[in-house]
């Protein structure tokens, strides 16, 4: 028996206006483990596929290739011997119809010290509607990547400081220890902006307010968040709204995808009801063949060597 799906925020009626739909999965996600070395970069995959052109696209795949009879998963997909030519056939079948957003999972985090730490948290961190901050956080990324094990240091003692799970009270020391590792990365970059500009009083009251689950700041380890707009933000192009059908993820709830709405909406100049985000339905990927594409095209575009990188945070677009 299936446990009902988690997550969601069905629109409470028809979109109006120019909408598009979409089916997303993704590839990398590890939960709050950020600094897994296995898994650096999260995929998240989108295409605007009827059901129809999916389950064609799904058989068609299939016939080449044995797979499980009720559900294609990229896992078993990069298995083959013929994955890489099945992945070019994918793309020239996807073209125009499909859209990764790759997103390095330590940029992400460095998103995060500048975001919470040096301004008011904000949903759309980690995005490029991030503005003057975002540049901040690319010029700490890209220093402290040379750091070596002070940099690896620091980022573990930021995510331990916003850990609030099993926790009881603050003055466990992450701070202090946050700090020493500030220190010791100061020593490699010791003009940046953002090390120094670091507070230990802010710093405290922004633990304080996560140990109080403020629910006002952003879920501070949760990366699918700044993925999800970014891929709302490429669909809603020319000012279309976009209707998400998702594999089913816990991370993203409907108190987070409402506040996400109303940022995208704000940012747009737009009224609440109006947001490019109109809805967000999950699903289980073995009933939709179109998060199944979605999947195998997250599964295989992860890997991909990043010769083509543009920056920290990387755009693939098919």
Partial sequence: MRLPLQGGLPPVAVPSG??????????????????????????????????????????????????APHELKSRQFLRRPEAAEAWAWLLAALRGRAHVHLLDKQFFLVTRVVDLLLGEPSYLAGTRLAGDRWAEARTLHGAGRTAGPDWDAFLAAFVDTLRTKRRDRAGDGSVDRFFAARDALLRHVPADAVLTALDRSRVADVQARLYAQDRSIPPPLEPLLPALAETVLFWSAGRRRVLVTHDEQSALTADRLRRLQWALAERAGLPAGESPLAGLVMTDSRDDPRVQVADLLAGMARPIPRSGEKGPLLYQRR
């Fill in 18 to 67: 120019a909408v598009v739909e979409i089916a997303c999965d993704e590839s990398g996600f590890s939960g709050t483990n950020l600094l897994d070395p296995a898994t650096p970069v999260i995929a998240h995959a989108s295409v605007d596929l009827s059901v129809p052109e999916a389950t064609a696209l799904v058989a068609a795949l299939r016939s080449d290739f044995r797979f």
